[in-house]
């Protein structure tokens, strides 16, 4: 069957135009390129048409995320560069006290995590009674996070063996009188309780009261009335004689 020169222009045409449709609608389709002859590029795609394809493009899925984005703070690695938020972070120390001062290993985040603060100036974070600025007190714990433990606010104490009240030796510091101990180093025996400074002085040959006198305004110096003998009995050692060995006796 012959068909005219118009009707065989027409279907000539309409060949061209699908054809022409089909290849259009191929171009189109999401995820594709294609090559210098116009067939689809099975190697490479540009999921999220960020102009970046998928051999250059870290995440095809975002569409800001390409070599040519700017990196934020954003838990992404934005610009396909050295990793994840890198530069931009924060580091953030457990404030385990709630003090507000941190100690311990950092986290490295955009945003300030809960239970957690900018600085690492904590010298004890598991009480909010030492932080820096703190008071000092006496308490066993350094408050202000300087110089140790309850400096310049301690006591001195001595021990206090013969419990008369009065203390000697080397002194210990402490926020209160330990058992045994006395605030005063003012004893001048701490074995005998009978000697302290509230002692009255006895005629003993003993510096009873600790003043640093022995026997002071109890004896007396006496001329000898004839060799070996004397008006009243004489200090020694603790004891009335009359042994002839001294001048000094107890009236």
Same mark, same amino acid.
């Given at each position: 069957?012959? @068909?005219?020169?118009?009707?065989?222009?027409? %279907?000539?045409?309409? $060949?061209?135009?699908?054809?022409?449709?089909?290849?259009?609608?191929? $171009?189109?389709?999401?995820?594709?390129?294609?090559?210098?002859?116009?067939?689809? &590029?099975?190697?490479?795609?540009?999921?999220?048409?960020?102009?970046?394809?998928?051999?250059?493009?870290?995440?095809? %899925?975002? /569409?800001? %995320?390409?070599?040519? $984005?700017?990196?934020?703070?954003?838990?992404?690695?934005?610009? @396909?560069?050295? *990793?994840?938020?890198?530069?931009?972070?924060?580091?953030?120390?457990?404030?385990?006290?709630?003090?507000?001062?941190?100690?311990?290993?950092?986290? !490295?985040?955009?945003?300030? /995590?809960?239970?957690?603060?900018?600085?690492? &100036?904590? @010298?004890? +974070?598991?009480?909010?009674?030492?932080?820096?600025? $703190?008071?000092?007190?006496?308490?066993?714990?350094? =408050? =202000?996070?300087?110089?140790?433990?309850?400096?310049? %606010?301690?006591? /001195?104490?001595?021990?206090?063996?013969?419990?008369?009240?009065?203390?000697?030796?080397?002194?210990? +510091?402490?926020?209160?009188?330990?058992?045994?101990?006395?605030?005063?180093?003012?004893?001048?025996? &701490?074995?005998?309780?009978?000697?302290?400074?509230?002692?009255?002085?006895?005629?003993?040959?003993?510096? &009873?009261? @600790?003043? *640093?006198?022995?026997? !002071?305004?109890?004896?007396?110096?006496?001329?000898?009335? !004839?060799?070996?003998?004397?008006?009243?009995?004489?200090?020694?050692?603790?004891?009335?004689?009359?042994?002839?060995?001294?001048?000094?006796?107890?009236?």
């Amino acid at each position: 069957m012959r @068909c005219s020169f118009f009707a065989c222009a027409l %279907v000539l045409l309409a $060949a061209c135009g699908e054809g022409s449709d089909s290849s259009s609608a191929g $171009a189109g389709d999401s995820g594709q390129s294609y090559d210098s002859g116009g067939k689809v &590029d099975t190697d490479k795609g540009d999921a999220d048409h960020d102009g970046y394809d998928d051999t250059e493009d870290c995440d095809d %899925v975002l /569409p800001d %995320v390409n070599p040519g $984005a700017s990196e934020v703070c954003d838990g992404i690695d934005n610009n @396909c560069v050295e *990793g994840i938020d890198e530069g931009l972070t924060t580091p953030f120390y457990p404030d385990t006290d709630g003090d507000t001062y941190g100690a311990g290993t950092p986290v !490295e985040a955009c945003t300030q /995590p809960t239970g957690f603060v900018e600085n690492a &100036d904590d @010298c004890d +974070d598991t009480t909010a009674a030492a932080y820096p600025g $703190a008071f000092e007190v006496c308490d066993g714990i350094d =408050n =202000n996070c300087l110089d140790g433990v309850d400096e310049g %606010v301690t006591t /001195p104490f001595y021990a206090d063996g013969d419990a008369d009240g009065f203390g000697a030796g080397t002194a210990m +510091d402490a926020c209160a009188a330990p058992t045994g101990y006395v605030g005063n180093a003012d004893d001048c025996d &701490d074995i005998d309780a009978a000697i302290s400074p509230h002692a009255e002085e006895e005629c003993n040959s003993v510096d &009873d009261n @600790c003043n *640093g006198d022995v026997d !002071e305004d109890l004896c007396t110096s006496r001329y000898e009335r !004839e060799e070996g003998v004397w008006d009243n009995f004489y200090c020694l050692d603790g004891e009335y004689t009359t042994t002839y060995t001294s001048s000094k006796f107890c009236p």
